[in-house]
T-cell receptor
Framework: DQQVKQNSPSLSVQEGRISILNCDYT??????FLWYKKYPAEGPTFLIS?????DKNEDGRFTVFLNKSAKHLSLHIVPSQPGDSAVYFCAAQDLYSGAGSYQLTFGKGTKLSVIP | DGGITQSPKYLFRKEGQNVTLSCEQNLNHDAMYWYRQDPGQGLRLIYYSQIVNDFQKGDIAEGYSVSREKKESFPLTVTSAQKNPTAFYLCATSPLGGANYGYTFGSGTRLTVV
């Protein structure tokens, strides 16, 4: 059973416009959420995170929104740039459940293409 | 300069052979993880270790083995029992305790069975 879902395998956006990547989760024990960016043949790199006590976190062009009641988070990239073209993984963590609680549960990823 | 080193970057294996992927870290992180990435499958956890000489199976451990003899190293052996070993393998580390900072990933090893 997939606990973290990214239902859009791919997304294409024009350069300069907003990119919105969505992520849904089912485990109500998750209390920390992260977004990773991955280029082909490289390891994922950390992008931005949000704790469940917040509903928004912003870092430059990247903003993550969390809606706990809907078990939904989204990553907004404004303005989108061609260098943002990559696969984006949503990940969730349950920090306080004992052994194994530091594990991240990943979604399957969304491939973002920013068209010049 | 702290980081994670995965080697080799590309690896070719004949069917029926075992092969070992290396992962070394100098971040002083307690936990280490092995993931496999296949197209359309995202990242799937193979094994993880939170302390030296202890490790746990992840979601797809069959056909793989690991060891954690020292904190800095967490090698993964892909055995001949793994039916479909061609994939991109990622090693990751994380600290334990206090505020969490997610994972740091290595640059990956591409394994191809020929």
């Amino acid at each position: 059973d997939q606990q973290v879902k990214q239902n859009s395998p791919s997304l294409s956006v024009q350069e300069g416009r907003i990119s919105i990547l969505n992520c849904d989760y089912t485990n109500s024990m998750f209390d920390y959420f992260l977004w990773y960016k991955k280029y082909p043949a490289e390891g994922p790199t950390f992008l931005i995170s949000i704790s469940s006590i917040k509903d928004k976190n912003e870092d430059g062009r990247f903003t993550v929104f969390l809606n706990k009641s809907a078990k939904h988070l989204s990553l907004h990239i404004v303005p989108s740039q061609p260098g943002d073209s990559a696969v984006y993984f949503c990940a969730a963590q349950d920090l306080y459940s004992g052994a194994g609680s530091y594990q991240l549960t990943f979604g399957k990823g969304t491939k973002l293409s920013v068209i010049p | 300069d702290g980081g994670i080193t995965q080697s080799p970057k590309y690896l070719f294996r004949k069917e029926g052979q075992n092969v070992t992927l290396s992962c070394e870290q100098n971040l002083n992180h307690d936990a280490m993880y092995w993931y496999r990435q296949d197209p359309g499958q995202g990242l799937r956890l193979i094994y993880y270790s939170q302390i030296v000489n202890d490790f746990q199976k992840g979601d797809i451990a069959e056909g793989y083995s690991v060891s954690r003899e020292k904190k800095e190293s967490f090698p993964l052996t892909v055995t001949s029992a793994q039916k479909n070993p061609t994939a991109f393998y990622l090693c990751a580390t994380s600290p334990l305790g206090g505020a969490n900072y997610g994972y740091t990933f290595g640059s990956g090893t591409r394994l191809t069975v020929v």
